[in-house]
């Protein structure tokens, strides 16, 4: 029966630098005011889109039942 063998691991290593922190460092941390304000940008911008999309597909059905309505 063999033994497996055990790894130990040395946190001061290249290999787990993620792991230590830096104390200086600033959190990074999202205002909520200017997510809340390029959400409302976003949102009335996809509103427009919709609308104006809306607006043509409209119009172009008029315009096809106006020609078939004449011949």
């Known amino acids: 029966m063999r033994v497996k063998e055990h790894k130990t691991y040395s946190l001061s290593s290249d290999e ?3 792991l230590k922190r830096e104390e200086d460092r600033p959190a990074h941390r999202v205002d909520i005011n200017v997510l809340n304000k390029r959400l409302n940008i976003s949102k009335r911008s ?3 889109t919709t609308a104006l999309v809306a ?3 409209l119009l ?4 096809l039942s106006l ?5």
């Open 67 to 71: 020609i078939s309505i004449k011949f």
């Open 46 to 48: 996809n509103f427009y």
């Open 55 to 57: 607006l043509l597909c």
């Open 16 to 18: 787990f630098r993620y």
């Open 60 to 63: 172009c059905l008029i315009f």
